[in-house]
């Protein structure tokens, strides 16, 4: 079995960064396609960015390019989400999933994102 631990998520203010990690519990992570996405309260959830191993490709949404950067280190079995300039539109509780078919998702860390 795959467990997805996300965290970093915290209070900060826009224009600043934050740095989301996933980690995997129970197996390796670059057996998965990985991604993130988020949700925010009253909206529907969305699609931020994708990472697939052998080659290492990534993917981000239209909406954080330039800003944000998913990368993952299979040795230690960690995802990661570098989130740089945050907006106030950036407020979601963020997810970390696994599998082409999102078949493993964490709890979710919170990012909230004040003026």
């Known amino acids: 079995q795959l467990y997805l631990v996300e965290s970093g998520g915290g209070l900060v203010q826009a224009g600043e960064s934050l740095r989301l990690s996933c980690k995997a519990v129970g197996r390796s992570l670059s057996g998965y396609r990985m991604a993130w996405y988020r949700q925010n309260p009253g909206k529907d959830r969305e699609f931020v960015a994708g990472l697939w191993w052998s080659p290492e490709r990534t993917f981000v949404a239209d909406s954080v390019k330039g800003r944000f950067t998913i990368s993952g280190d299979s040795n230690k079995s960690t995802l990661y989400l570098q989130m740089n300039n945050l907006k106030i539109e950036d407020t979601a509780k963020y997810y970390c999933?696994?599998?082409?078919?999102?078949?493993?998702w964490g709890q979710g860390t919170t990012v909230t994102v004040s003026a």
């Open positions: 999933t696994a599998g082409d078919t999102h078949d493993y």
